[in-house]
Nanobody
Framework: VQLVESGGGLVQPGGSLRLSCPAS????????MGWYRQAPGKQRELVAT???????NYADSVTGRFTISRDNTKNTVYLRMNSLKPEDTAVYYC??????????????WGQGTQVTVSS
């Protein structure tokens, strides 16, 4: 199973970005999907998660600014980020709880995409 993030980059404060992360491979089903981030010198932290049915959960620091969504037909999770702040600068990783064709459930991670918010 592979997860590949895209959509990161350099943006000015107050700007917007949309991250995408399709999952591919020997997938039977995907349960929860989510986005995490890690800033330099800090631990990886949860940004947002979404269940298969669309129930969402957000970190307090991004509530009202970020929106997580998914397309189950494409095995893809998205993160729309508005009103970006310099403190949102980090490497963003997607995560998926995948049941593979052999019936094994485990978590998979993407390689990360850099988001830099700076003027």
């Amino acid at each position: 199973v592979q997860l590949v993030e895209s959509g990161g980059g350099l943006v000015q404060p107050g700007g917007s970005l949309r991250l995408s992360c399709p999952a591919s491979g020997m997938i039977r089903s995907i349960n929860a999907m989510g986005w995490y981030r890690q800033a330099p010198g800090k631990q990886r932290e949860l940004v947002a998660t979404i269940t298969y049915k669309g129930n969402t959960n957000y970190a307090d620091s991004v509530t009202g600014r970020f929106t997580i969504s998914r397309d189950n037909t494409k095995n893809t999770v998205y993160l729309r980020m508005n009103s970006l702040k310099p403190e949102d600068t980090a490497v963003y990783y997607c995560n998926a709880q995948v049941t593979t064709l052999d019936g094994v459930l485990r978590a998979y991670w993407g390689q990360g995409t850099q988001v830099t918010v700076s003027s």
